[in-house]
């Protein structure tokens, strides 16, 4: 059983262009986590939301928690081909202390 | 320096073969997991160490053995290879808040023949 579901799994968008990367659950986090991984190297943590209905920003990429905890979502404008990669999100839960739930990912390419 | 480091970084071996693969950090976090990577499939976690006195099986333990000599090091062990073993696997660190944050090595690519 997968706790996080991201969507989509594939995503290939032109330079210049927006794109919105979902990650959900039925299941409520103390906090949420979006990493990064690029080919042949380990994910690299982009940023933590830990509140209802946050909202980080980090350059052209802005980030939110779902009022509930149970859902957030990553937004990028302006692609940049330097935004290629694979993003994760990632769930802390209070109940299993330690342990972060993986979702399955997005790939994204962004063609020059 | 890598603060997270994994070796080897390759390996090929055949099925039946013991190996080991090593992660060592000097990010001086107590928290040390294993994943594997699959395609589609997402990061899964292996075990998992809290400190050296402490592991913990991950959602997909079976066929794999771990050993946490030091704060810094954290080895894990597959007892007879299998070709679904193939796979990349990640060591990762924490330093421990609820938040959970974790540092991921570079990660080793194995294949079992």
């Known amino acids: 059983t997968q706790l996080l579901e991201q969507s989509p799994q594939f995503l290939s968008i032109q330079e210049g262009e927006n794109l919105t990367v979902y990650c959900n659950s039925s299941?409520?986090?103390?906090?949420l986590q979006w990493y990064r991984q690029e080919p042949g190297e380990g994910p690299v943590l982009l940023v933590t939301?830990?509140?209802?209905?946050e909202v980080k920003k980090l350059k052209r990429l802005t980030f939110q928690f779902g009022d509930a905890r149970k859902d957030s979502s990553l937004h990028i404008t302006a692609a940049q081909t330097g935004d290629t990669g694979l993003y994760l999100c990632?769930?802390?839960?209070?109940?299993?202390?330690?342990?972060?739930?993986f979702g399955r990912g997005t790939q994204l390419t962004v063609w020059p | 320096d890598a603060d997270v480091t994994q070796t080897p970084r390759n390996r090929i071996t055949k099925t039946g073969k013991r190996i080991m693969l090593e992660c060592s950090q000097t990010?001086?976090?107590?928290?040390m997991y294993w994943y594997r990577q699959d395609p589609g499939l997402g990061l899964r976690l292996i075990y998992y160490?809290?400190?050296?006195?402490?592991?913990n099986k991950g959602e997909i333990s079976d066929g794999y053995s771990v050993s946490r000599q030091a704060q810094a090091k954290f080895s894990l062990s597959l007892e007879s290879a299998i070709p679904n073993q193939t796979a990349l696997y990640f060591c990762?660190?924490?330093?421990?808040?609820?938040?959970?944050?974790?540092?991921f090595g570079p990660g080793t690519r194995l294949t079992v023949l």
């Open positions: 990632a769930g802390a839960s209070g109940s299993t202390l330690g342990r972060l739930y």
């Open positions: 990762a660190t924490s330093v421990g808040s609820s938040y959970n944050e974790q540092f």
């Open positions: 939301v830990v509140t209802g209905g």
């Open positions: 160490s809290f400190d050296v006195k402490d592991i």
């Open positions: 299941s409520v986090f103390s906090s």
């Open positions: 990010k001086g976090h107590d928290r």
